[in-house]
């Protein structure tokens, strides 16, 4: 499929948002592997809506909106059944009418708060706690850790690493030195994430932050035991 140029930002937006039709959809992801200009827009989308996933909690459904909405519709005749003859006084252009503006009027109001629910999460944003850069043995930046507080965290690599099939990144953070270094999560594959570790005491300056290589599966020993492959002390937000 070919995109408009000027088009693919908002696709990819839409795409990450989840909020193409399923053929759409589709159509993105056979051309990710191709389109070099949509693989970059998605991925920035990703990077972008990043701390949305972090600051979310899972809300349960509200079964009264649906009720509502449902009770706000005209009642639909089962299958089979024959729409009763209206009265010789009744105006059927009206009714008609009137059902179709009841039918609009429900619809654009659950289009309303979908569209209100999605506007407040887009606009909610959630500054980190601290932000750590991570520089490897030669100075150079790796990764940016920002830590919200809230048992969640997020890991940007700055920078491409090789790691073999066996082995995996696992991310650590020192809280103190008398509890030693914690695991905040493996990474899935080489790329940024959001990870939801333990509970913690509320991250502070200077805090130590690194990326190990350890075997598939994590660190045996629930400490650090492969090579650091960067490392950096966290900074308050200015």
Same mark, same amino acid.
């Given at each position: 499929m070919r995109f408009a140029r000027n088009d693919i930002p908002d696709i990819a937006d839409d795409y990450v948002l989840g909020l #193409?039709? @399923? /053929?759409?959809?589709?159509?993105?992801?056979?051309? !990710?592997?191709?389109?070099?200009? !949509? *693989?970059?827009?998605? /991925?920035? &989308?990703?990077e972008r809506f990043l701390p949305l996933d972090t600051a979310a909690e899972p809300v349960a459904t509200d079964t009264l909106l649906w009720q509502r909405i449902e009770t706000a519709l005209p009642a639909q005749? =089962?299958? =089979?059944a024959r729409p009763k003859p209206a009265p010789a006084n009744d105006n059927p252009g009206a009714k008609a009418g009137h %059902?179709?503006? @009841? @039918? /609009?009027?429900?619809?654009?109001?659950? &289009?309303? #708060? !979908?569209?209100?629910? !999605?506007?407040?999460?887009l606009m909610r944003t959630v500054d980190p706690v601290v932000v750590a850069v991570l520089l490897n043995e030669a100075g150079e930046v790796q990764a940016v850790v920002e830590d919200f507080g809230n048992e969640n965290a997020t890991v940007r690599l700055l920078a491409d690493f090789e790691v073999p099939s066996d082995k995996t990144i696992e991310v650590w953070t020192l809280p103190s030195k008398d509890t030693g270094p914690v695991s905040l999560g493996l990474l899935d594959g080489i790329r940024s994430a959001r990870l939801a570790g333990p509970a913690l005491?509320?991250? *502070?300056d200077n805090q130590l932050y690194e990326i190990t290589l350890e075997? /598939? =599966? %994590? &660190?045996?020993? =629930?400490r650090p035991t492969g090579p650091i492959l960067a490392k950096g002390y966290a900074q308050l937000p200015r």
């Open positions: #193409l039709e @399923t /053929a759409q959809a589709e159509e993105v992801e056979a051309a !990710l592997p191709h389109d070099a200009q !949509l *693989k970059a827009a998605v /991925a920035a &989308s990703r005749p =089962g299958p =089979g %059902g179709w503006r @009841t @039918t /609009a009027i429900a619809a654009m109001a659950a &289009s309303v #708060l !979908l569209v209100a629910g !999605l506007a407040a999460s005491p509320r991250p *502070k075997q /598939a =599966g %994590g &660190s045996p020993t =629930g």
